[in-house]
């Protein structure tokens, strides 16, 4: 186990060097003075030149890339432009209810986007099965600022059963903790869990056309026992494989969710940043949520390892 | 898996097969229409989308105006069926740059294994930005132009094109017909001209619509987030996020453009899981991950 855990580390090193190549190249490549655009159409040429140097955009690439690799490897993320605050600290400060809503969609899409993929596999070509996937291909592609607002419309305005946007930390109390954060979570788990229940529907119907199916089935086996013992068990593989690989997903589309609801969190720093060019936080941002995405995705790999019975470490 | 058993099968469909699938007629349908209203806005709407009329703010859908004004009093019919040309630009000019340049990475790096690797990295590395942020990023630091808006939302599109085609190709080599040709001294151009792109035909018409769908969201999201054209252009993303301070008092001003780009987005997927059905039935993996 702890070979395979420390092989698979090893093989997100290049993936990691590669996301700090294209963070890095972004902003240097860019057409145009970078520094110039970041600076905006009013300022005068002292304030390019300083920001120019402030980046060290003045230095040869390699120069430039290495300087900022070491200290990014140090912890030091940079200062954002505009509140000259470390950016990790912004980072961290932000954190907490991206963290929330990422946890809370993550719990609600899966206990209900997997049993419903089981149903429709199960169901297959009858009305179930049609069912689910009009409400999946519906999540996929009702973009989360046009849901969220229906949602706050219905439920905030017009009901009044749910505050409309703002969020409460969790030491506020479970209670209103859970008002806040439902319609974000609800929001944002149509989308992911559209995703989830689309594949676990596919990857059952996959392993259900297999022989060793037939065999269980011609054993005499109950069609329930066939399903969560035969057929889940094989499927849970492309399954957790899919949550991981749309953690990409759920990240940028609680950006946007963040932004529906008013949430403070890292979609929030995100707008603020754009709208006040302040590249370093947005470069911050890349980073940090790539490293997470990249390792989340490690602990995916655990998790099958762990659930498929033909893999062996 | 999905490649073999897709080559399996014989490669021509008849355009009766695709036309015998109401997802693809529904979809289709509803997409062609919206591309229709969109391209003959000026012949069918006559109401300029940046006319300011003070005295006309906020009003709700009427028979004057059939969806409401916004809070400069312009027409949001207007604003929204040109909005559509937008989305609809960037849909197929995004779809079009990330299948050219994706399939053209795939292709080497499937032929051609020296640069694999390379490449394959530089992808995986691209792969796991979240998508939006990556173009926020590229936006933010060569400012808002439709060029560089298709430049932005092109590049996240690319690695997952990139490694589909890697794969056929991968899987192509080792068939007999491309080992006889290379014995035959054919020049590699018209080894993968002639044997391998044809095959790459099937898969890459369900990832462009996939590709475009995606592309119109998340041009809709730069502009939601601040971070696309300004609004003298307007596109679904910027009437929204201009509406969203009025959203207590004017919900319409959200409403309608909410539904023309969900109707949007959802008539070319409906179009993409048809058209999956019938080329590349045993794939319902590779289309969405």
């Known amino acids: 186990m702890l070979r395979f855990l420390i092989k698979r580390l090893i093989a997100t090193l290049p993936v990691v060097v590669g996301v700090a190549i294209v963070v890095f190249l972004i902003l240097r490549l860019a057409p145009g003075d970078p520094a110039a655009v970041l600076a905006g159409g009013t300022a005068t040429p002292e304030t390019v030149a300083e920001i120019r140097q402030k980046l060290g955009l003045d230095a040869p690439l390699l120069t430039q890339f290495f300087t900022w690799a070491g200290l990014v490897l140090h912890g030091n993320l940079g200062t954002s432009i505009i509140t000259h605050q470390p950016v990790w600290n912004l980072i961290l400060q932000r954190a907490e209810p991206t963290l929330s809503l990422g946890a809370t969609t993550f719990v609600v899409s899966i206990v209900f986007a997997v049993p419903l993929g089981v149903l429709a596999a199960w169901y297959h070509q009858t009305w179930v099965d049609r069912v689910v996937m009009i409400i999946s291909v519906l999540g996929f592609s009702i973009p989360a600022f046009v849901v969220g607002y229906l949602l706050v419309y219905l439920f905030a305005i017009d009901l009044k059963w749910l505050p409309v946007q703002g969020f409460a930390n969790i030491s506020r109390g479970i209670g209103p903790f859970i008002s806040y954060i439902t319609l974000p979570t609800i929001t944002l788990s149509l989308f992911y869990g559209a995703l989830i229940a689309r594949i676990t529907r596919a990857s059952i119907l996959e392993v259900l056309g297999e022989d060793y199916i037939r065999t269980a089935r011609a054993k005499g086996l109950r069609e329930s026992t066939v399903m969560t013992r035969h057929a889940l068990r094989v499927a849970a593989g492309p399954i957790i494989s899919i949550v991981g690989i749309g953690l990409a997903m759920l990240i940028s589309g609680a950006l946007i969710t963040e932004s529906v609801f008013n949430l403070p969190g890292l979609g929030r720093l995100t707008v603020d940043a754009v709208m006040s060019r302040d590249y370093p936080v947005i470069q911050g941002l890349i980073l940090v949520l790539s490293l997470v995405y990249i390792l989340i995705n490690v602990l995916v790999d655990i998790a099958y390892a762990v659930v498929d019975p033909r893999i062996r470490y | ?289």
Do not use: C
């Open chain 2, 1 to 289: 898996m999905t490649v073999t058993t897709m080559l399996d099968r014989p490669a021509a469909h008849s355009a009766k097969t695709i036309w015998r699938n109401t997802t693809v007629v529904i979809g289709m349908t509803v997409m062609v229409s919206l591309i229709l209203i969109s391209v003959f806005v000026p012949v069918i709407y006559g109401v300029d989308p940046n006319d300011i009329v003070p005295i006309q703010r906020l009003k709700p859908p009427s028979v004057e105006h059939i969806f409401g004004t916004d809070a400069f009093g312009r027409d949001i019919a207007a604003r929204v069926l040109y909005g559509g040309r937008v989305s609809l630009l960037m849909g197929a000019l995004v779809a079009f740059f990330a299948i050219t340049v994706g399939t053209l990475i795939g292709v080497i790096s499937g032929y051609f294994r020296a640069l694999d690797q390379v490449l394959m990295r530089i992808m995986d590395g691209l792969m796991v930005i979240p998508g939006i942020l990556l173009a926020i990023a590229l936006v933010a630091v060569s400012g808002a132009s439709v060029r560089t808006l298709i430049f932005a939302i092109t590049v996240p599109e690319i690695p997952r094109v990139a490694r589909l085609v890697r794969g056929i190709v991968l899987s192509l080599r080792e068939e007999a017909y491309v080992e006889a040709a290379i014995g035959l001294g054919t020049p590699v151009y018209k080894i993968l001209w002639r044997h391998i792109l044809p095959n790459t035909f099937g898969p890459l018409i369900v990832q462009a619509t996939y590709v475009a769908a995606s592309a119109v969201i998340t041009e809709a999201a730069l502009s939601f987030l601040g971070a696309g054209l300004s609004t003298d252009i307007p596109t679904w993303g910027n009437i929204i996020a201009e509406g969203r301070m009025y959203f207590r008092i004017a919900p319409w001003i959200i409403a309608f453009p909410g539904l023309f780009l969900a109707m949007m987005v959802l008539s070319i997927n409906l179009l993409g899981d048809g058209l999956r059905d019938v080329l590349d039935p045993k794939s319902s993996f590779s289309g969405r991950t």
